[in-house]
């Protein structure tokens, strides 16, 4: 069964940190790219970071130099190290695959997992 299953997400205080794990069963991810997409209520879904299965990497502007996305094939994961998490950055976080090229905008990716909660607040 083809499997994308995220977690790390929590609560945490404005300022803190998060890191957010993206794992595969039943596929391989290292001949894919990854990206991180993230939805807050009543918001559009935004592209935060993407992975190409090279190695190269794209940010947000919102979260470049907070946010760093990082891959272990031998693990079959992706992971995104959040740093000084802001009130804004409060959405569900979802990962997602695809065999095209590292985007952020959604349409390339064909499969997506279900998401984990990411709730920045004092």
């Known amino acids: 069964q083809l499997q994308l299953v995220e977690s790390g997400g929590g609560l945490v205080q404005p300022g803190g940190s998060l890191r957010l794990s993206c794992a595969a069963s039943g596929f391989t991810l290292d001949n894919k790219g990854i990206g991180w997409f993230r939805q807050a209520p009543g918001k559009e879904r935004e592209g935060v970071s993407c992975i190409s299965s090279s190695g190269s990497t794209n940010y947000a502007s919102s979260v470049e130099g907070r946010f760093t996305i990082s891959r272990d094939n031998a693990k079959n994961a992706v992971y995104l190290q959040m740093n000084s998490l802001k009130p804004e950055d409060t959405a569900t976080y979802s990962c997602?695959?695809?065999?095209?090229?590292?985007?952020?905008?959604?349409?390339?990716?064909?499969?997506w997992g279900q998401g984990t909660q990411v709730t920045v607040s004092s």
């Open positions: 997602a695959v695809t065999r095209s090229v590292c985007s952020l905008t959604a349409s390339p990716y064909g499969y």
